[in-house]
């Protein structure tokens, strides 16, 4: 597996490079690195570090985080639904549309969470300002309560001493 990781990274780098329309010697100058050393990696015979990738992503004039996805240095993203791996795959899109493309993608996923963040935010507040109103409720109805009920025995106690008492008559 590992020999196909190498292998579809030296294949991305030639077909970065051809759309480019960058030669091997050129890419190779540009990148620092000696031109055999380009053309092994191509042929998937050398495994490139992140540092090599870096700079031959800055020859070709794209992403590093590209070229290490495609390395199998970092993970693509797990929540992107498949749309980043589709775009960085399609050899019909230069590498700039590509990054561009991604960039509005990435805008649009960031917006939406916002969004359903500060949507959870509100139900929470809701149901706290809800939570609140019941315990104001419950506690404004058990006050109630007692007063009623000490209301009643205050009446009941007096009617008791009332009823006990002989009022004189003049």
Same mark, same amino acid.
């Given at each position: 597996?590992?020999?196909?990781?190498?292998? !579809?990274?030296?294949?991305?780098?030639?077909? &970065?490079?051809?759309?480019?329309?960058?030669?091997v #010697?050129?890419?190779?100058?540009?990148?620092?690195?000696?031109?055999?050393?380009? +053309?092994?990696?191509?042929?998937?015979?050398?495994?490139? +570090?992140?540092?090599?990738l870096?700079?031959?992503?800055?020859?070709?004039?794209?992403?590093?985080e $590209?070229?290490?996805?495609? =390395?199998?240095?970092?993970?693509? #993203?797990? =929540?992107?639904?498949?749309?980043?791996?589709?775009?960085?795959?399609?050899?019909?899109?230069?590498? #700039? &549309?590509?990054?561009?493309?991604?960039?509005?993608?990435?805008?649009?996923?960031?917006?939406?969470?916002?969004v359903?963040?500060?949507? !959870?935010?509100?139900?929470?507040?809701?149901? $706290?300002?809800?939570? $609140?109103? $019941?315990?104001?409720?419950?506690?404004?109805? !058990?006050?109630?309560?007692?007063t009623?009920? =000490?209301?009643?025995?205050? #009446? !009941?106690g007096?009617?008791?001493?009332v009823?006990? &008492?002989?009022?004189?008559?003049?």
């Amino acid at each position: 597996m590992r020999n196909e990781t190498v292998k !579809s990274i030296g294949d991305y780098i030639r077909e &970065q490079r051809e759309q480019a329309r960058i030669s091997v #010697r050129q890419l190779a100058q540009q990148a620092g690195v000696s031109n055999p050393y380009l +053309s092994q990696i191509e042929r998937g015979l050398r495994k490139p +570090s992140a540092d090599i990738l870096q700079q031959i992503a800055k020859g070709l004039r794209i992403s590093a985080e $590209a070229l290490y996805v495609q =390395a199998g240095i970092l993970e693509d #993203r797990p =929540a992107d639904s498949g749309v980043r791996s589709a775009l960085l795959a399609d050899p019909e899109l230069s590498e #700039r &549309q590509k990054q561009v493309l991604i960039e509005i993608y990435e805008s649009f996923r960031k917006e939406n969470a916002a969004v359903a963040e500060a949507q !959870s935010a509100e139900a929470e507040a809701a149901r $706290a300002a809800a939570e $609140a109103a $019941a315990e104001m409720k419950a506690s404004k109805s !058990s006050w109630s309560d007692a007063t009623a009920e =000490a209301e009643q025995d205050e #009446r !009941s106690g007096d009617a008791g001493d009332v009823s006990g &008492q002989t009022i004189p008559s003049d």
